[in-house]
Each structure stands twice: as C-alpha cells, then as structure tokens.
C-alpha cells in the first residue's frame, strides 16, 4: 500500500538494550513525525523532520533518545540504554508539508521487560 | 503556550443518541483545529479539520474562537463510532508539530 510503514510492528526487549525503529514515509511527503502513545498520556510528540532543515528535536524526553532521517526519506528512531518507562507505542507520521494533515503508520508497540 | 484539553477521558451514549466530545485550547495565534480517530486495531486517522467546514461520518465540529473551543458533534451516534478520539492543534501557518489532547473514549451501546 501507499501508507506510512513502520517496523517492527512489535519489540519486546530486556532493560538497558538498545532499540531501532524504522519508519518509511508516504513517498513525496517532506514533513516526518515521530510520537509516542502511552496509556493515560496521550500522544506525546517526539521529533519532526522537514525537508533538509534541522529537525525540531524538543519533544524528545532524554539524551538516550535520537532520530535521523536518510535521504529525505526513510527515518529511525533509535532508543539506547532502554528504561522500563520507555515501554509504549511508538507513531510515525508524514505529510506533504509541515501544515498538511498527517498520515500515520500502525505503530511500533514496545516492550521493555 | 499553546494547549489541547479534552475534559472527558471516557464517554458513553446509546445508539441514535446525541454526542460531543469537547475539546479546548489555548493559543495566542490564529491555530488550525483537527479531530482524529483511532478505531479498535486500526491506525490513527484524520476525522475532519476546521478549514474543511465540512462533515465526515455526520460529524462536524465548529472553531469557536471566543470560546477557544472544536466540540466533535454528532446528532445519532452508531455503534461503529465507538473509538478513541483525538483533538489537535497546528499553530496556524507555521510549520511544525501538532499538539494533541489526552484523547477521549467514546463508547455507543446499542
């Protein structure tokens, strides 16, 4: 299909391992989101790629967390030493432009044991 | 600073009942509104946006900008409107991130 893919679609790993998650946008779409979906917090946004600009990294909540975005187009998501408290769904989104609506994938579900 | 504020974390009405899922802001510019929904096992997707004024699955809402308010409306809700649903703001034209609310389950009991 033509919709935003991430994966994995789930990730159980044990505490102080190191995760990537992988997203691949709608093709032609310049602006890329990431957020996190926890229960009770909503959707908590993350980071935001648009075009060749320097990426908007306010959202992300420690220095273990890091994004970069290849070529325009493919981006990860990269959590290092991981904390039980990182356990959630990860969203990636695109648009074709920063005030476009969003397109989002189903989400990476993580598990930190 | 700008802030989404769905009050009802959770909300019940039987089929062919009325509902609106209520949601505030705060936003000293002149924002963009949308409501999104997120069915059971389904991903996350646009409902309606306010520039639209146009009405998706006989829902609509309206910017109140007096109120800083985008209440979801719907006259006769269905058993398959039962969802979560998301209000979020877009600061206006520039670019960047949405901001969302905490969300709102809508549960409609036949």
């Known amino acids: 299909g033509a919709g935003v893919s991430q994966s994995p679609s789930n990730k159980v790993t044990e505490k102080g391992k190191d995760v990537e998650l992988r997203c691949d946008p709608i093709s032609g779409h310049t602006a890329l989101y990431w957020y996190r979906q926890s229960l009770g917090q909503g959707l908590e946004f993350l980071i935001y790629f648009q075009g060749n600009s320097a990426p908007d990294k306010s959202g992300l909540p420690s220095d273990r967390f890091s994004a970069e975005r290849t070529g325009g187009s493919v981006s990860t998501l990269t959590i290092q030493r991981t904390q039980q408290e990182d356990s959630a769904v990860y969203l990636c989104?695109?648009?074709?432009?920063?005030?476009?609506?969003?397109?989002f994938g189903d989400g990476t579900r993580l598990s930190i044991l | 600073a700008q802030r989404v504020t769905q009050p009802e974390k959770l909300l019940s009405v039987f089929k062919g009942a009325p509902v609106e899922l209520k949601c505030n802001y705060s936003y000293s510019g002149s924002p963009e509104l949308f409501w999104y929904v997120q069915y059971s096992r389904q991903r996350l997707q646009l409902l309606l946006r306010?520039?639209s004024r146009e009405s998706i699955k006989g829902f609509t809402a309206d910017l109140n900008k007096g109120e800083t308010s985008f209440h979801l409306k719907k006259p006769f809700a269905q058993e398959e409107d039962s969802a979560m649903y998301y209000c979020a703001l877009h600061r206006g034209s520039t670019l960047g991130r949405l901001y969302f609310g905490r969300g709102t389950q809508l549960t409609v009991w036949p």
């Open positions: 306010h520039i």
């Open positions: 989104a695109s648009s074709p432009g920063g005030n476009q609506p969003q397109h």
